[in-house]
């Protein structure tokens, strides 16, 4: 059983980054054929895919945030980390980590989801 699992402090200033960490357990980051997610929630929105990373460590991000964000990892720990600088409080959401199996269109594991609120 893969399990994910968001950390990350739940305030973070405007104009500030945004670093969150997503721990998995039960499978490796490494395996072939899974990409690793970032989606987000904004409160009373709907989800927003933000960025993966591949299992050769490979990051590609939606076009509407990638000169903000990176997505890079620990394969000793088996984490994957999100990054987003220069925050509003438009980045305000319940931010998420996933596996998506390559080629499969959709998401088989998720984390339980983490509160990041951008505010002064």
């Known amino acids: 059983q893969v399990q994910l699992q968001e950390s990350g402090p739940g305030l973070v200033k405007p104009s500030q980054t945004l670093s969150l960490t997503c721990t998995v357990s039960?499978?490796?980051?490494?395996?072939?054929?899974?990409?690793w997610s970032w989606i987000r929630q904004p409160p009373g929105k709907g989800l927003e895919w933000i960025g993966y990373?591949?299992?050769?460590?490979?990051?590609y991000y939606s076009p509407s945030l990638k000169s903000r964000t990176s997505i890079s990892r620990d394969t000793s720990k088996n984490q994957f980390t999100l990054q987003l600088s220069s925050v509003t409080p438009e980045d305000t959401a319940v931010y998420y980590c996933?596996?998506?199996?390559?080629?499969?269109?959709?998401?088989?594991?998720w984390g339980q989801g983490t509160l990041v609120t951008v505010s002064s």
């Open positions: 996933a596996r998506a199996p390559s080629g499969h269109g959709g998401y088989d594991y």
């Open positions: 039960g499978g490796s980051i490494t395996t072939n054929y899974y990409y």
């Open positions: 990373i591949t299992d050769s460590g490979s990051a």
